[in-house]
Nanobody, 120 residues
Framework: VQLQACGGGLVQAGGSLRLSCAASGNIFSINVMGWYRQAPGKQRELVARVISGDTTKYDDSVKGRFTISRDNSKNTVDLQMNSLKPEDTAVYYC???????????????WGQGTEVTVSS
């Protein structure tokens, strides 16, 4: 199983970026997909996640600005980030809780990280 993320970049404060992540490989089902971020010198923190029933959860710092969406038919998750602030600068990691084929256990997989830089 692999997660491939893309969409990071440099943007001015107030701007927008869209991150995308696709899961591929030996997948039976995906329970949760989401995004974490890690700023320099800080711990990795949950930004947003969506479970298989389209129930979403956001960190308070991004509510009203970020929107997570999932396409179950394509095993993808997107993060639309609007009204970006300098404090959103971080490396963003997609993740997924996946049950592989012929396995009855859920595994946690991570994408490679994509850098988001918001200038003031």
């Amino acid at each position: 199983v692999q997660l491939q993320a893309c969409g990071g970049g440099l943007v001015q404060a107030g701007g927008s970026l869209r991150l995308s992540c696709a899961a591929s490989g030996n997948i039976f089902s995906i329970n949760v997909m989401g995004w974490y971020r890690q700023a320099p010198g800080k711990q990795r923190e949950l930004v947003a996640r969506v479970i298989s029933g389209d129930t979403t959860k956001y960190d308070d710092s991004v509510k009203g600005r970020f929107t997570i969406s999932r396409d179950n038919s394509k095993n993808t998750v997107d993060l639309q980030m609007n009204s970006l602030k300098p404090e959103d600068t971080a490396v963003y990691y997609c993740y997924a809780e996946i049950i592989p084929n012929r396995v009855t256990q859920t595994f946690l997989y991570w994408g490679q990280g994509t850098e988001v830089t918001v200038s003031s």
